[in-house]
């Protein structure tokens, strides 16, 4: 079965510093992954995915975040962070249901805090 | 706002009644999804219809949880004799089934209390 870790319960980094949320899976086949952000009392948000192709993938707000084969990987990056960037990140992957269905598998959940 | 919508956003109810929620998805998404969240945790899908069909339900979810989608347009989520361990926040998302990677869309969420 398919499995997603984020191993930080809480990611604290200074206004203006690079910022990294962590992410590992475990999969079969391709993985298919996604983070999404959540802000206090408003829905999950989209933030980018990585399907195939280059391993750096752009999203929204700023963030990135690099697929790592080997390590089973999925780090969520920003170069500089704001303090608006504060939020819950989950990561999750693809899991198949069978005949072109599927659901996500979720991270327990990251709560970044950026101080000014 | 053509996003996807949930009501109510807050209920609280006594242990052993029943509740209904409503999600109703972005209007061309066929796909759509209901998910439990509980405080610390990422969501827990519950279950999921392509159109009006469900096609998957969580092996965790009990028999006193049920959902529609009547039109292939909103659903219901009807929890009957509510129990204090169905306290979360209760979320749906939707998404358009084409392709291999749509992302969901979610709506705001119901948070549920039980008393």
């Known amino acids: 079965a398919q499995s997603v870790a984020q191993p930080e319960d809480q990611v604290n980094v200074a206004e203006g510093n690079p910022l990294t949320v962590k992410c590992t899976y475990s999969v079969s086949g391709n993985p298919y992954l996604f983070w999404y952000v959540q802000y206090p009392n408003r829905g999950l948000q989209f933030l980018l995915k990585?399907?195939?192709?280059d391993n750096l993938v752009k999203g929204s707000y700023g963030f990135e975040a690099e697929f790592n084969k080997s390590q089973t990987s999925f780090h969520l990056k920003k170069p500089s962070a704001l303090v608006s960037d504060s939020a819950l990140y989950f990561c999750a992957v693809r899991e198949s249901l069978g005949d072109s269905n599927y659901q996500l598998i979720w991270g327990a959940g990251t709560k970044l805090i950026i101080k000014p | 706002d053509t996003g996807v919508s949930q009501d109510p956003r807050h209920k609280i109810t006594k242990r052993g009644q029943n509740v209904t929620f409503r999600c109703d998805p972005i209007s061309e998404h066929n796909r759509l999804y209901w998910y439990r969240q509980t405080l610390g945790q990422g969501p827990e899908f519950l279950t999921y219809?392509?159109?009006?069909?469900?096609?998957?339900k969580s092996r965790l979810l009990s028999d006193r949880f049920s959902a529609e989608r009547p039109k292939g347009s909103f659903s219901t989520l009807e929890i009957q004799r509510t129990e204090q361990g169905d306290s979360a926040m209760y979320l749906c998302?939707?998404?358009?089934?084409?392709?291999?990677?749509?992302?969901?869309?979610f709506g705001p969420g119901t948070r549920l209390t039980v008393l």
């Open positions: 990585y399907i195939t192709g």
């Open positions: 219809f392509q159109n009006e069909a469900q096609l998957e």
């Open positions: 998302a939707s998404s358009l089934g084409t392709g291999e990677s749509n992302e969901q869309f």
